[in-house]
């Protein structure tokens, strides 16, 4: 009961495929603050209820058994009260016991990290300007999405949360974009959400997608159109906006989106996501990550490049170039962070490791140093 109502703070209890609230409570969800405040509120109640009520101490009584079934059982225990809402109530003097006879593996010696699978720099304006081109037509949402993940360091399912109205000319350069992708459930709802009468409707994003489409946020998907969303270090409340190094990146985005946006206006949608389905069926539909995978091993392959995550020749090898362009820009380590939207400052370091070559020019620049120190120079 208590597991079913802490889903349901989130997800509200309207079934999105027949619109039918079976429970007749019709909960809209919750931004996860209001969500996880609750929860907490109620664990601290539970929490209380455990050491101040003599029924608690009943919930879970110790059943005799042999020393091979109360391995089993303990075994069992442990796992079942990292599972359960209630699992703080249980005596930790079984699971104590329990950790005791835990069998250990032996470390493993420690490597190096591999090669970083940074997408090749050199080759990046080729890709922008040859591999998304087939003959007289360019892919400029592909352009788009790839810019995203190469001039401002996305992860690649994040640039699929974005809205048209996420995307404005930048104050302080109109000829560059002012990107800020929101988090698909709790940022507030576009401006442009009116209700019969034209009036503003406020309300989160995951409010908006069900009253208005009927659908849920990308991340709650189940299907094909789903979207991850891994979370970080927000700017405001709650989005990541697009930090082009270098700023031709931004004003390069601008020219593809505006080309992007003709395309656009010629589909019809059912959903607010801004790239969608344009020559294929069904049209307008929401465009997916596995098909700009798709699209973007097929740009690196008309330039000659093999497709590979070692290579950095994947999506995701556009983040670590990002990362790593930073890097050997002397860029402050928090803001590579902020950049990067990682919530810990440790989580660069897979995104700023040297590569080979770097580790050798160290090497070559540190001799040279020391044959300069020399006293016999």
Request: overall charge positive; hydrophobic content about 35%.
């Given at each position: 009961?208590?597991?079913?109502?802490?889903k349901r703070l989130y997800s509200g209890t309207l079934d999105e495929t027949t619109g039918v609230d079976t429970s007749g409570l019709y909960w809209r969800p919750r931004r996860s603050a209001d969500a996880s405040g609750i929860i907490t509120d109620l664990t601290l109640f539970l929490d209380w209820v455990g050491q101040n009520s003599r029924v608690a101490a009943g919930l879970n009584p110790l059943v005799p058994a042999s020393g091979v079934e109360r391995r089993w059982n303990e075994a069992a225990r442990c796992y079942r009260r990292e599972r359960a809402l209630l699992g703080h109530l249980w005596s930790a003097k079984d699971d104590e016991r329990a950790q005791t006879?835990?069998?250990?593996?032996?470390?493993?010696?420690?490597?190096?990290?591999?090669?970083?699978?940074?997408?090749?720099?050199?080759?990046?304006?080729?890709?922008?300007?040859?591999?998304?081109?087939?003959?007289?037509?360019?892919?400029?949402?592909?352009?788009?999405?790839?810019?995203?993940?190469?001039?401002?360091?996305?992860?690649?399912?994040?640039?699929?949360?974005?809205?048209?109205?996420?995307?404005?000319?930048?104050?302080?350069?109109?000829?560059?974009?002012?990107?800020?992708?929101?988090?698909?459930?709790?940022?507030?709802?576009?401006?442009?959400?009116?209700?019969?009468?034209?009036?503003?409707?406020?309300?989160?994003?995951?409010?908006?997608?069900?009253?208005?489409?009927?659908?849920?946020?990308?991340?709650?998907?189940?299907?094909?159109?789903?979207?991850?969303?891994?979370?970080?270090?927000?700017?405001?409340?709650?989005?990541?906006?697009?930090?082009?190094?270098?700023?031709?990146?931004?004003?390069?985005?601008?020219?593809?989106?505006?080309?992007?946006?003709?395309?656009?206006?010629?589909?019809?949608?059912?959903?607010?996501?801004?790239?969608?389905?344009?020559?294929?069926?069904?049209?307008?539909?929401?465009?997916?990550?596995?098909?700009?995978?798709?699209?973007?091993?097929?740009?690196?392959?008309?330039?000659?490049?093999?497709?590979?995550?070692?290579?950095?020749?994947?999506?995701?090898?556009?983040?670590?170039?990002?990362?790593?362009?930073?890097?050997?820009?002397?860029?402050?380590?928090?803001?590579?962070?902020?950049?990067?939207?990682?919530?810990?400052?440790?989580?660069?370091?897979?995104?700023?490791?040297?590569?080979?070559?770097?580790?050798?020019?160290?090497?070559?620049?540190?001799?040279?140093?020391?044959?300069?120190?020399?006293?016999?120079?």
């Open positions: 009961m208590f597991a079913n109502f802490a006879r835990r069998v250990r593996p032996k470390p493993s010696p420690a490597t190096r990290p591999s090669e970083p699978p940074a997408f090749p720099e050199h080759r990046f304006a080729d890709l922008i300007s040859h591999g998304f081109r087939v003959g007289d037509r360019i892919d400029h949402r592909g352009i788009c999405i790839t810019l995203l993940l190469h001039g401002a360091g996305f992860r690649a399912s994040e640039p699929f949360h974005l809205y048209v109205e996420d995307v404005v000319p930048d104050p302080k350069d109109p000829t560059s974009a002012l990107v800020r992708i929101h988090h698909p459930s709790d940022s507030p709802a576009p401006v442009s959400w009116t209700d019969a009468l034209k009036r503003p409707k406020r309300g989160t994003r995951a409010v908006y997608l069900l009253e208005r489409y009927g659908l849920k946020p990308r991340d709650k998907l189940t299907t094909s159109a789903k979207a991850g969303w891994k979370g970080g270090w927000c700017d405001a409340p709650y989005f990541m906006e697009a930090r082009w190094f270098e700023p031709a990146y931004g004003r390069r985005f601008m020219e593809h989106w505006l080309q992007y946006l003709q395309q656009l206006a010629q589909v019809e949608r059912n959903h607010p996501f801004a790239f969608a389905n344009l020559g294929r069926e069904p049209r307008g539909e929401m465009y997916k990550l596995g098909q700009f995978n798709d699209a973007h091993a097929d740009a690196c392959r008309r330039i000659g490049l093999t497709v590979s995550k070692a290579a950095g020749t994947t999506p995701h090898g556009h983040r670590h170039s990002y990362g790593r362009r930073l890097k050997r820009a002397k860029v402050d380590e928090f803001f590579i962070q902020m950049f990067l939207h990682h919530c810990s400052p440790d989580s660069q370091i897979p995104y700023t490791q040297p590569n080979s070559e770097e580790i050798s020019e160290a090497l070559r620049e540190g001799a040279a140093r020391l044959v300069l120190k020399s006293p016999e120079s």
